[in-house]
T-cell receptor, first 115, second 116 residues
Framework: AQSVTQLDSHVSVSEGTPVLLRCNYS??????LFWYVQHPNKGLQLLLK??????LVKGINGFEAEFKKSETSFHLTKPSAHMSDAAEYFC?????????????FGAGTRLAVHP | SAVISQKPSRDICQRGTSLTIQCQVD?????MFWYRQQPGQSLTLIAT?????????ESGFVIDKFPISRPNLTFSTLTVSNMSPEDSSIYLC?????????????FGPGTRLTVT
């Protein structure tokens, strides 16, 4: 079965410093991986996705993630945090068992950005 | 992408009652799903809403508690039946848009349910 583990429940950074949100996955085949963001009282927004093309994936708002098969990781990064990045971030893997694509969500990482 | 709306956006209900949540999409979609997000938790898939047939439920969720309808390609409802305080959650629908990857899901804004 597919699964994802987000290694940090909370991350706190200062505005203008780099962001690193860590995610490890478990999959019996080449996975599709996603990062979603959820701002307070707002819906989920797709940040980026990896589907076996380039291992470095660029998303919206300056975020990117690198797929590392040897480390089974898909960490999310951003060079310089902005106050508006404060939100909950979910690492997600797609499970293709049963003939449809079921999304398996990680527990989430809450990102706080301080002035 | 797709524009997804949910009604109601929030509600406060008494235990023992039922609430029906609507999900409307502005374009035809191939698949629709319903998720639950309990307070402070991640998202859990409740079921896949199948057009014209019974929904496919995930382990731990049953039709009697969460009946789902999907009468056409752009609309679905989820009912939370005989509610208890443990049902207090955000309920979200998601869709896979025709022509896009089967992996890529777009989410509605959610319905915040509080059961007293």
């Amino acid at each position: 079965a597919q699964s994802v583990t987000q290694l940090d429940s909370h991350v706190s950074v200062s505005e203008g410093t780099p962001v690193l949100l860590r995610c490890n996955y478990s999959s019996s085949y080449s996975p599709s991986l996603f990062w979603y963001v959820q701002h307070p009282n707002k819906g989920l927004q797709l940040l980026l996705k990896y589907t076996s093309a380039a291992t470095l994936v660029k998303g919206i708002n300056g975020f990117e993630a690198e797929f590392k098969k040897s480390e089974t990781s898909f960490h999310l990064t951003k060079p310089s945090a902005h106050m508006s990045d404060a939100a909950e971030y979910f690492c997600v893997v797609s499970d293709r068992a049963g003939g449809y694509n079921k999304l398996i969500f990680g527990a989430g990482t809450r990102l706080a950005v301080h002035p | 992408s797709a524009v997804i709306s949910q009604k109601p956006s929030r509600d406060i209900c008494q235990r023992g009652t039922s609430l029906t949540i609507q999900c409307q999409v502005d374009s035809q979609v191939t698949m629709m799903f319903w998720y639950r997000q309990q307070p402070g938790q991640s998202l859990t898939l409740i079921a896949t809403a199948n057009q014209g047939s019974e929904a496919t439920y995930e382990s731990g969720f049953v039709i009697d508690k969460f009946p789902i309808s999907r009468p056409n390609l752009t609309f679905s409802t989820l009912t939370v039946s005989n509610m208890s305080p443990e049902d207090s959650s955000i309920y979200l629908c998601s869709v896979v848009v025709q022509g896009s990857s089967r992996d890529e899901q777009y989410f509605g804004p959610g319905t915040r349910l509080t059961v007293t």
